[in-house]
């Protein structure tokens, strides 16, 4: 059996992710595991039809697909993702349809399911059969339970090929919203005064987009800076190569304007827009090459105090996965998240939803207001914390002294007082007649008292 496997690296061969596709290729010798380097081609593959035509031959004649990639930003590459889009805008659907799927991720397992829920959609758009996922640790391949279970899931994978079983499609297709946004009378600007309006779009051809920015720079008092993504001096997608790890420097920092143009403009505003079109089940790859390249920054909250929003075009109310990623994104950059207009209304519902978004923006960058986070932002906190403490504090030497610096080490160990109360009480309540009252009735009452307390000293 031939699995093809399409490997979402920039770094081709050289990726952690092809090195589980080896073990693979070893375990299982009656199988062959011809790998195409589509994030590394991908330029070669947009420019050069007769390379993006060989590569579909390949998926057409193999018999199965591994989709197989490391997590870049909450999804895959950028490069990977533009090979997605191609597949669309060159009518090549037709070569992925039944083929059987799966997905094979390496990551620190950092938003790994909304990676995986995107390329599931994405196979099931193309109405291939897809198998599942599976989700690795970077250094899982180490650890012999975890060969063990690899090792269970390709075997059921190729057993599922063979026998030819029924897959389940776990995303209906997408509705277009085919509604033309017209804006109405402008109504009276947000009174800013004097903040930094940033509104970063890629709208090209999108008639709606660029409507939706324009009314809303209008919706603000003073100038608003709009920067197109098409514009914008990008002169390739993340390499992977982690060079930035020390120090911050991109490998890119004197051959384009990108980091630059996200330390001077981005960091600098204090209301910033985001705007884009869906395509396919994100925003565009061009969209998603700008979020793979902040990684200079690697993991740090780099729009701390910000006020945030999106505009989206397109059906974003049928894409909770891109939602999600979207909100997630906002919570771990410790920015306020002012929510997401889109063109899914009526053009008057979209009116008012525009001329909210700049009221309360800048309201609430008059008087700082920030949501408490949420189970998004708390969990991935909390998981760079570890892993930047533990096993990635080299080579990402700056991320480390920025937690340092920040007070981001938030471990529970270093909380003395709440130990020593839990290890004092944990015995105290081995003692029947203290366990038969803190147990009792006025638990409840017990939970609230301090509460109580502090309301009623108000």
């Not at 196979?123 to 090792?151: C, H, T, V, W």
């Not at 008057?348 to 008059?366: G, I």
Request: with cysteine.
């Amino acid at each position: 059996m031939e699995i093809l496997v399409l490997n979402g690296s920039p770094k081709g061969n050289l990726s952690v992710t092809m090195q589980y596709v080896a073990f693979l290729a070893k375990k299982f010798p009656a199988h062959t595991f011809p790998i195409v380097n589509i994030a590394q081609q991908a330029r070669q593959l947009e420019n050069d039809p007769a390379a993006f035509a060989a590569v579909v031959d390949r998926v057409r004649s193999a018999d199965a697909v591994l989709w197989a990639f490391p997590l870049y930003y909450y999804l895959v590459h950028g490069h990977y993702k533009r090979f997605i889009e191609l597949i669309g805008e060159r009518g090549a659907q037709d070569a992925f349809r039944g083929k059987y799927a799966a997905s094979l991720s390496t990551s620190i397992r950092f938003f790994d399911h909304t990676a995986h829920n995107y390329i599931n959609a994405v196979a099931d758009d193309l109405a291939m059969r897809y198998f599942g996922r599976y989700s690795a640790k970077m250094n899982d391949l180490f650890i012999p339970a975890e060969q063990d279970r690899l090792l269970a899931f390709t075997e059921n994978f190729i057993a599922a090929v063979a026998a030819g079983r029924p897959t389940a499609r776990a995303h209906r297709p997408l509705v277009p919203v085919g509604r033309r946004y017209t804006p109405g009378p402008a109504s009276p600007p947000a009174e800013t005064g004097g903040r930094k309006v940033l509104i970063v779009s890629d709208d090209a051809g999108d008639d709606n987009l660029a409507a939706m920015v324009a009314r809303l720079a209008a919706a603000f008092t003073g100038p608003v800076e709009t920067v197109n993504l098409a514009d914008l001096d990008i002169k390739g997608g993340c390499l992977g190569c982690c060079r930035c790890a020390y120090d911050n420097t991109c490998v890119y920092e004197d051959k384009d304007g990108f980091t630059a143009f996200y330390r001077e403009k981005v960091k600098t505003a204090d209301i910033v827009v985001y705007a884009g079109a869906i395509r396919d089940r994100y925003l565009s790859a061009r969209w998603k090459t700008y979020f793979d390249r902040t990684f200079f920054l690697n993991h740090v909250p780099t729009l701390e105090g910000k006020q945030l929003s999106f505009l989206v075009s397109g059906p974003l109310a049928q894409l909770a996965n891109l939602r999600q990623i979207l909100e997630s994104y906002a919570e771990l950059q410790h920015a306020a998240f002012l929510g997401i207009v889109t063109d899914e209304g009526e053009s008057a519902e979209t009116d008012a939803l525009l001329d909210s978004l700049a009221a309360t923006a800048a309201v609430q960058a008059a008087r700082p207001y920030f949501p408490p986070p949420s189970f998004l932002s708390v969990a991935g906190a909390k998981l760079f914390r570890d892993e930047i403490w533990s096993r990635l504090r080299f080579p990402f030497i700056a991320d480390h002294r920025y937690y340092q610096a920040h007070g981001l080490y938030d471990f529970p160990q270093r909380d003395w007082a709440a130990r020593l109360r839990s290890v004092f009480m944990y015995w105290l309540v081995h003692i029947p007649a203290v366990r038969k009252e803190v147990y009792g009735p006025k638990l409840p009452e017990h939970m609230i008292a301090p509460l109580r307390k502090l309301v009623d000293s108000l």
